[in-house]
T-cell receptor
Framework: AQSVTQPDIHITVSEGASLELRCNYS??????LFWYVQSPGQGLQLLLK??????LVQGIKGFEAEFKRSQSSFNLRKPSVHWSDAAEYFC??????????FGAGTTVTVRA | DAGITQSPRYKITETGRQVTLMCHQT?????MFWYRQDLGHGLRLIYY???????DKGEVPDGYVVSRSKTENFPLTLESATRSQTSVYFC??????????????FGPGTRLTVT
């Protein structure tokens, strides 16, 4: 069965600093990988996705993620965070029957 | 473009009561999903549907019932609510074809409190 691990429960970063959120997955086949963001009181918004091809994918809001098959990882990065990036971030892997398995999430706090 | 909507947004109910959460999407997406979100667990799949009249269990289906008579609607019913079902519930939908079918779009959520 597939699973997703987000090792960091909470990350605090200064505005303007870089951000990296870790995601490790366990899945037997080639995965479909996603990052979602959830602002307080809101639903989940898709940031970016990896299906195949170039292992560095660009998303919305200046985010990017790199798929590393050898490390079973799909880490999310942003070079310079803004206060509006404070949110909860979820990594997800596409499993069978078009279902997604989600990690437990990483909460990002941005300090001025 | 209304997208995917959920109602009610907030609900307080008592233990033992039946409650139905509504989900409606305007995209004619084939697949629809119900998740619950609890602290420390991320999102867990309750039920999903591949098309009208086709539903299947997810990871945590006990205590929930779903139906899908029309493509655009996917209601979730708690037949006899328990305190452990206090949670935030998200509905999602996704399109086909292959690959993009995993790309799910989420509603705003329903915060349910069972007292």
């Amino acid at each position: 069965a597939q699973s997703v691990t987000q090792p960091d429960i909470h990350i605090t970063v200064s505005e303007g600093a870089s951000l990296e959120l870790r995601c490790n997955y366990s899945y037997g086949a080639t995965p479909y990988l996603f990052w979602y963001v959830q602002s307080p009181g809101q639903g989940l918004q898709l940031l970016l996705k990896y299906f195949s091809g170039d292992t560095l994918v660009q998303g919305i809001k200046g985010f990017e993620a790199e798929f590393k098959r050898s490390q079973s990882s799909f880490n999310l990065r942003k070079p310079s965070v803004h206060w509006s990036d404070a949110a909860e971030y979820f990594c997800a892997v596409g499993a069978g029957d078009y279902k997604l398995s989600f990690g437990a999430g990483t909460t990002v706090t941005v300090r001025a | 473009d209304a997208g995917i909507t959920q109602s009610p947004r907030y609900k307080i109910t008592e233990t033992g009561r039946q409650v139905t959460l509504m989900c409606h999407q305007t995209w004619s997406h084939s697949y629809m999903f119900w998740y619950r979100q609890d602290l420390g667990h991320g999102l867990r799949l309750i039920y999903y549907s591949a098309a009208a009249d086709i539903t299947d269990k997810g990871e945590v289906p006990d205590g929930y019932v779903v139906s899908r008579s029309k493509t655009e609607n996917f209601p979730l019913t708690l037949e006899s609510a328990t305190r452990s079902q206090t949670s935030v519930y998200f509905c999602a939908s996704s399109i086909v074809p292959e690959g993009r079918a995993y790309e799910q779009y989420f509603g705003p959520g329903t915060r349910l409190t069972v007292t």
